[in-house]
């Protein structure tokens, strides 16, 4: 199994930046892919980012592309996620998830999330 670890969420205010990370630990050598969900009040989940650990290709929703970056750093099993030009739409408890098969709809493993909240 693999467990993930979210932290760095906090209070901005619009167009900010704001970077959050996910560790994994456990079996991180089945880890094929790992991404980034947001879910705000009301709303059900939703992608925002992911990067195949193979070839470092990265996925991104429209909604943030331009400006919110997927990164990873291989030697500490850990991916970022750098926020720039936050808006209030941001605001939602961000979850990394993990993935063994290499598909980018398909996560296996998923962290308690944090929580990411962007003032007017």
């Known amino acids: 199994q693999v467990q ?5 969420g906090g ?6 930046s704001l970077s ?5 630990s456990g ?7 790992m991404g980034w969900f947001r879910q705000a009040p009301g709303k059900e989940r939703e992608f ?7 070839g470092g290709n990265t996925y991104y929703a429209d909604s943030v592309k331009g400006r919110f970056t997927i990164s ?17 739409e941001d605001t939602a408890v961000y979850y990394c998830a993990a993935g063994r098969s290499g598909s980018v709809s398909a996560f296996d493993s998923w962290g308690q999330g944090t929580q990411v909240t962007v003032s007017s």
């Open 20 to 24: 959050v990370s996910c560790a994994a």
């Open 48 to 54: 925002v980012a992911a990067l195949k650990w193979s």
């Open 27 to 33: 079996r991180t050598s089945s880890i094929s892919v």
């Open 11 to 16: 209070l901005v205010q619009a167009g900010d």
């Open 4 to 8: 993930l670890v979210e932290s760095g």
């Open 72 to 88: 990873r750093d291989n030697a500490k099993n850990t991916v970022y996620l750098q926020m720039n030009s936050l808006k209030p």
